[in-house]
């Protein structure tokens, strides 16, 4: 693998399940508890490749029962969160409150929050700093529609975005980051980006980090992809040097796809 020297990641891998809007507060629970059944059962080094979930705010008092009841060394977190603290804000969730769930990141840009409820580069760089003023890590989602990659400027749009949302961080904030590159063509279509396209645009980003924020912060910044990744792809996908994992939707749901997607060592990358 490209990523690995001696079987040693430049940076741990971050294998990252995104729920979306799917799974009561009872069905999440049987859901993780078989996620943690199957990686445990495979012997799972959680220390060498990290999981995270981000189940619906609902299921987040019941996810944080059952990591903390049976220790389980899975990581969670808020798909949203709001860009201010407190307040008359109805139907917003604050990162204060999912600190206080145990929650270790939050999703920031998911570009379903772009288009649904569009939110704008303003907006998500105050969240993406409100995540940090909670002590929660934000994942940031970029990524270009099928449009943009079809005029061949993905890469500049991409870019634009992120430099918008991260405006202002630290380099220490920058590095502890986690953006993920979710083309949305590829998200929920089967359309999966290539190895190569993923590849292009993670060691687009960590340049662009590079620039703002020093070569010691922009090493150590995770960059995922994300966009109908299956345990049928993600070897090759997390074989690329610039990539440190993925983010998945519809192949989270489903225990024993996603514990084979965090297994990916063990597949040969195709
Ligand atoms: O949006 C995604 C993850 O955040 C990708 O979703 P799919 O894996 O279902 O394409």
Redesign the pocket.
Known sequence: MTSSTNGTFDRTPLIAG?W?MNMDHVQAITLLQKLAWTLDDAKHDFGRVEVAV?PPFTDLRGVQTLVAGDDLPVAYGGQDLSQFDSGAYTGDISGQFLAKLGCRYV?VG???RRTVHGETDEVLNAKTKAAFRHGLVPLL?VGEGLEVRQAGTHVEHTLAQLRADVEGLTAEQAAQLVV?Y?PVW????GEVAGPEDAQEMCAAIRAELTTLFGQESAAGTRLLY????KSGNAAAILAEADVDGV??????LDAAEFASIVRFESHAAA
Request: hydrophobic share 40%.
């Open positions: 995104n979306k981000f999703l998911h570009s379903e989602c993920a979710e590829a998200i929920g279509t994300g966009g109908s990744v983010l998945v939707g519809g192949a989270s």
